[in-house]
T-cell receptor
Framework: EPEVTQTPSHQVTQMGQEVILRCVPI?????FYWYRQILGQKVEFLVS????????KSEIFDDQFSVERPDGSNFTLKIRSTKLEDSAMYFC???????????????FGAGSRLTVL | RKEVEQDPGPFNVPEGATVAFNCTYS??????FFWYRQDCRKEPKLLMS???SGNEDGRFTAQLNRASQYISLLIRDSKLSDSATYLC????????????FGQGTTLQVKP
């Protein structure tokens, strides 16, 4: 079964450092997403990406965050200067469509756990 | 008001029991919903989509009540392996594909 792969699985960083989380979406998918989940809290939407541009972003996704699809397979999330509150599990996801009627099925990667000290 | 609300539980049930979870949503224009399952510290995995007429998949039945703006998930004949957190999810945007997650309901099935 096709899967979304994420690296690293766990990263520990110092506050103020830059972090890049990497994702390889499913190859025929066109829509890509980043979500995060702070320990004990709900999964929160960060950003969606289609046709090489951001299609929607949440209030969490401020100027410290950026996304990029540098080549045909990778999709990255960069946090420019990490804060303690950025500590969370970051999930990448991809889907074939964006539409409703149950057609928009997202497949999630296993996540990258970020710990900011 | 939260967009998607769920009772966090935990629901503790014996094997073989039938258990039901409800979820309410605030956007009356929302068209589609999902139930995802999340095991501890793992990624969410799609359990089933919820269509306007509801649907069934083996021991799992999902229903959508648009008038009352709630979605339900019924699990029959619970197995130990059903222990997990069940996430009620709203399809937030048909243009961008964004999903809006509830906080999840935790189910513990005991022998």
């Amino acid at each position: 079964e096709p899967e979304v792969t994420q690296t690293p699985s766990h990263q520990v960083t110092q506050m103020g450092q830059e972090v890049i989380l990497r994702c390889v979406p499913i190859s025929n998918h066109l829509y890509f997403y980043w979500y995060r989940q702070i320990l004990g809290q709900k999964v929160e939407f960060l950003v969606s990406f289609y046709n090489n541009e951001i299609s929607e972003k949440s209030e969490i996704f401020d100027d410290q965050f950026s996304v990029e699809r540098p080549d045909g397979s990778n999709f990255t999330l960069k946090i420019r200067s990490t804060k303690l509150e950025d500590s969370a599990m970051y999930f990448c996801a991809s889907s074939e469509t964006s539409g409703g009627d149950g057609a928009n099925v997202l497949t999630f990667g296993a996540g990258s756990r970020l710990t900011v000290l | 008001r939260k967009e998607v609300e769920q009772d966090p539980g935990p629901f503790n049930v014996p094997e073989g029991a039938t258990v039901a979870f409800n979820c309410t949503y605030s956007n009356s224009a929302s068209q589609s919903f999902f139930w995802y399952r999340q095991d501890c510290r793992k990624e969410p995995k799609l359990l089933m989509s919820v269509y306007s007429s509801g649907n069934e998949d083996g021991r799992f039945t999902a229903q959508l009540n648009r008038a009352s703006q709630y979605i339900s998930l019924l699990i029959r004949d619970s197995k130990l392996s059903d222990s997990a957190t069940y996430l009620c999810v709203e399809h937030g945007s048909s243009n961008t594909g964004k999903l809006i997650f509830g906080q999840g309901t935790t189910l513990q099935v005991k022998p």
